[in-house]
C-alpha cells in the first residue's frame, strides 16, 4: 500500500515539476533585466516602460496570431496593467535611491510573502503547513539579504513589494478564469498602454522617442526577456500554487545579491551569502511542503 501510494505520488508530480522548471529560467531572465534597468543612465522610469513597450508590441502580434482571449481574461489583464505602473514608478524610485541587492531582495521577497498570502486567502490555494513555513523562511531570507538600510530605501522597495504581490494575486486569478497562456500576452498589451499613457501625459515624449532612438536593441532585447519572463510564470501558476510559483521566481535574488556584491562593489558578501542559504532552505520546504 506504501508503495503504491508512493508511486500515485510520483505521478501526481510532473505539474508541479514542470512549475519549478519554468519559475527558476524566469528568476534567472527577471534578475538580467533588472540589472539593466538598474544599470540604466537617466530616468529608470523611461528605461522601464521601453521594455514594457517593446514586450506589448511582440505581446500583441501573439495576441492577434493566437485569436485573443475570452472577454472576461481582459479584465484581469487591464487590472494587472494598472498595479502595474506604480509598481514601475516605484521601481525606478527604488534603484534610484538603492543598492541593487538591497532594493531588488526586499521587492521580491515581501511580493513573495504578499503573493502567496493573498493566494491562500483569495484563490483558494492549498499548502501542508511545512509549505507555510517554507513561504515565510523564503521572505525572511529575502529580506535578510538586503540588510540594514535607510528607512526611504526600505519603504519605497515595500511599496514595490505590494505592487508585486497584488499583481502576482490579480495575474494568477486571470490566468486560471480562461486556461490559457495567451492571457500573459493580453496582460503585456496593458501594461504597455498604461505605461505608455502615463509617460506621455506627464510630458515625457521627447524622452521617449529619444529614447528609443538610442536604446531600441536594448529595450527590444530586455522586453522580449521581460515577455519570456512573465508568460514563464503565468504557465507556471496554472501548475501550481501562486505562493509557490512567486517563491521559486524570487530565489532570483540570489543572483541580484552575487552580482551586486561581485560587480557592482555592494559589498557584505558573507553576509548576503548566509541569508542566500536562508532562501534556499525556505525553497526546500516549499517543495517538501507539494
Known amino acids: 500500500m506504501g508503495q503504491a501510494t508512493a508511486t500515485a505520488t510520483f505521478y501526481a508530480r510532473p505539474p508541479v515539476l514542470t512549475a519549478t522548471v519554468l519559475a527558476l529560467v524566469a528568476a534567472i531572465l527577471h534578475a538580467l533585466w533588472n540589472l539593466s534597468v538598474k544599470q540604466s543612465v537617466g530616468d529608470r522610469f523611461i528605461a522601464l516602460w521601453g521594455q514594457f513597450f517593446f514586450a506589448g508590441l511582440l505581446a500583441a502580434v501573439i495576441l492577434v496570431a493566437g485569436g485573443g482571449i475570452p472577454a472576461s481574461g481582459y479584465q484581469w489583464a487591464a487590472l494587472s496593467g494598472l498595479v502595474h505602473l506604480p509598481y514601475c514608478l516605484l521601481l525606478a524610485r527604488a534603484y534610484n535611491i538603492g543598492d541593487f541587492s538591497l532594493a531588488y531582495p526586499i521587492a521580491r521577497g515581501g511580493g513573495a510573502l504578499l503573493a502567496g498570502?493573498?493566494?491562500?486567502?483569495?484563490?483558494g490555494d492549498g499548502f501542508q503547513p511545512i509549505g507555510v513555513i517554507g513561504m515565510v523562511v523564503v521572505a525572511i531570507g529575502l529580506i535578510l539579504l538586503a540588510g540594514h538600510a535607510a528607512s526611504a530605501q526600505v519603504i519605497v522597495a515595500l511599496g514595490v513589494a505590494l505592487t508585486i504581490g497584488i499583481y502576482s494575486v490579480v495575474d494568477a486569478k486571470g490566468i486560471r478564469s480562461i486556461d490559457t497562456p495567451?492571457?500573459?500576452a493580453a496582460s503585456f498589451v496593458c501594461i504597455a498602454i498604461t505605461t505608455s499613457t502615463y509617460s506621455l501625459a506627464t510630458g515625457r515624449s521627447n524622452e521617449m522617442v529619444s529614447a528609443v532612438r538610442i536604446h531600441w536593441r536594448r529595450f527590444m532585447t530586455m522586453g522580449l526577456a521581460a515577455g519570456v519572463t512573465y508568460a514563464l510564470v503565468q504557465i507556471a501558476f496554472q501548475r501550481a500554487p501562486v505562493g509557490y510559483v512567486t517563491c521559486l521566481r524570487e530565489?532570483?535574488?540570489i543572483i541580484a545579491a552575487f552580482i551586486g556584491t561581485r560587480y557592482l562593489g555592494e559589498g557584505q558578501a558573507r553576509r548576503r551569502i548566509a541569508a542566500a542559504a536562508i532562501v534556499v532552505l525556505g525553497l526546500v520546504l516549499l517543495v517538501i511542503g507539494q
Do not use: F
Open 117 to 123: 498570502i493573498g493566494g491562500i486567502l483569495l484563490l
Open 182 to 184: 495567451l492571457y500573459a
Open 251 to 253: 530565489s532570483s535574488v
